[in-house]
């Protein structure tokens, strides 16, 4: 029997001092599993943990050039290495967490994609979040991501398929989607050994619903602040999303043929 995911909650920021927002969230998560252990790290807190837990990752860490990067990698060493559920600071919850324990892995649906290497590669018209997620302590997909974390830093041919299509003004966005957030997390999925054993998905009752996305599961969602991203003109802003509206508009006719499910079924 595989280890379940212990009663902890981790949560990172760049310091206590919290945004009237970000204090309701933690004050909900809290409320809510009253019994669950709960951890905080700020910045300095996160040096020393990688210090201490993963000297071997401390310059890949530095290395990382967008703040986000940092703290994307920070939460999967943490799951990693202490086990439990981490959250984002814009996450609330509906309801408890403990429905969750009896898995050793968990994630939740996101959202279709507009990413080729995805569809084309894998067969995979959708992406998981890392914004809320559980596992074991040691689970062996923890282990996958960080491992490609260190991958799309070395290995520029492998990191360039999941890039190829983004036009050039919208790169770093991207960078930080496909080296270590949700598009990194979602490939290491497509291409993890037994998935259906190993991790467990939230997914909706219809994953081209778009009310339906950007939650945790039944149990939370995800207010999507974007506070990681690096900072554009207006034009430039709305002529990206501009950019993803459209790709996500034809996308969208694809997924709409294959129906409201999805499996852990890929290619």
């Excluded at 890392?130 to 799309?152: E, K, M, Q, T």
Aim: glycine share 4%.
């Amino acid at each position: 029997m595989n280890p379940r995911i212990p009663k902890r909650i981790i949560q990172t920021n760049k310091s206590l001092d919290l945004s009237l927002l970000e204090k309701a969230a933690v004050a909900n998560i809290r409320l809510l599993n009253p019994d669950f252990e709960y951890v905080f790290f700020d910045d300095r807190q996160v040096e020393e943990f990688i210090d201490k837990e993963f000297p071997e990752y401390r310059s890949l860490f530095d290395s990382f050039p967008i703040p986000i990067q940092r703290y994307d990698f920070f939460r999967y060493l943490a799951v990693y290495r202490l086990g439990g559920f981490y959250l984002d600071m814009d996450v609330f919850l509906a309801s408890n967490l403990s429905e969750l324990l009896n898995y050793d892995c968990v994630f939740p649906f996101e959202a279709l994609t507009i990413n080729p290497c995805l569809r084309e590669d894998h067969n995979m018209d959708w992406e998981i979040g890392n914004y809320a997620f559980g596992a074991s302590a040691g689970h062996p997909f923890l282990r996958a991501i960080l491992d490609n974390c260190v991958r799309a830093q070395k290995d520029p041919e492998w990191l360039q398929t999941m890039g190829r299509s983004v036009p050039r003004m919208f790169v770093d966005d991207y960078m930080v989607l496909y080296t270590t957030g949700p598009l990194l997390v979602s490939r290491t999925l497509a291409m993890f050994p037994d998935v259906e054993k190993r991790v467990k998905v939230l997914f909706p009752d219809d994953v081209c619903d778009r009310r339906y996305w950007n939650r945790f599961g039944q149990i939370g969602v995800h207010l999507r602040q974007g506070g990681w991203r690096v900072k554009k003109g207006f034009v430039t802003t709305r002529f990206q999303r501009y950019w993803e509206l459209l790709r996500l508009k034809r996308m969208m006719r694809e997924s709409l043929k294959v129906g409201k499910k999805r499996a852990l079924q890929f290619k």
